[in-house]
T-cell receptor
Framework: AQRVTQPEKLLSVFKGAPVELKCNYS??????LFWYVQYSRQRLQLLLRHISRESIKGFTADLNKGETSFHLKKPFAQEEDSAMYYCALSGRGNKLVFGAGTILRVKS | DAGVIQSPRHEVTEMGQEVTLRCKPI?????LFWYRQTMMRGLELLIY????????DSGMPEDRFSAKMPNASFSTLKIQPSEPRDSAVYFC????????????FGPGTRLTVT
């Protein structure tokens, strides 16, 4: 079965502090992992994908197959990072399985 | 391109009434997805279509829910009869079949069933 777990419903950090949004997955094959973000009053949109190995808006995520994790990290949080973040997995077919989401609040 | 279009944006209805949500995918996209978002369960896939054909409807909660895609530019999600526990935000998304992971979401329809 394909499953994505985001253990934190809410993560609150101060501006300038490091951020780590946790994501663990369950999948028997070779998954593709993604992070989606939903800013206030905006549409849900793709933030980054593990195969690209890119940094978007200062965020990075490394796929750790041993720990079945794909945590999202940023060294210095900014207020505009406040949003809902979803981790997603693509296994068979082109559908995505999403985690429950984590609200990130960056306080000034 | 205006992106994925959903209507209505807000719907308030009484228990037992029929509700129809509409979606227009991005032109040229051949995959369409319906999701439900709640605080408790996050984002759940209800059903998805490839080339207008339903591929996986295992996420549809029960027989009260049905979805159709009569052509490449239009899809509906119907709830009949509606119940208060159906209250949620319903999203439609589209993608290219080959574009794994890159789904483009609509603004959502916020449904309230009283």
């Amino acid at each position: 079965a394909q499953r994505v777990t985001q253990p934190e419903k809410l993560l609150s950090v101060f501006k300038g502090a490091p951020v780590e949004l946790k994501c663990n997955y369950s999948y028997s094959g070779s998954p593709e992992l993604f992070w989606y973000v939903q800013y206030s009053r905006q549409r849900l949109q793709l933030l980054l994908r593990h195969i690209s190995r890119e940094s978007i808006k200062g965020f990075t995520a490394d796929l750790n197959k041993g720990e079945t994790s794909f945590h999202l990290k940023k060294p210095f949080a900014q207020e505009e990072d406040s949003a809902m973040y979803y981790c997603a997995l693509s296994g068979r077919g082109n559908k995505l399985v999403f985690g429950a989401g984590t609200i990130l609040r960056v306080k000034s | 391109d205006a992106g994925v279009i959903q209507s209505p944006r807000h719907e308030v209805t009484e228990m037992g009434q029929e509700v129809t949500l509409r979606c227009k995918p991005i032109s040229g996209h051949n995959s369409l997805f319906w999701y439900r978002q709640t605080m408790m369960r996050g984002l759940e896939l209800l059903i998805y279509f490839n080339n207008n054909v339903p591929i996986d409807d295992s996420g549809m909660p029960e027989d009260r829910f049905s979805a159709k895609m009569p052509n490449a530019s239009f899809s509906t999600l119907k709830i009949q009869p509606s119940e208060p526990r159906d209250s949620a935000v319903y999203f439609c998304a589209s993608s290219l079949t080959t574009g794994v992971g890159e789904q483009y979401f609509g603004p959502g329809t916020r449904l309230t069933v009283t």
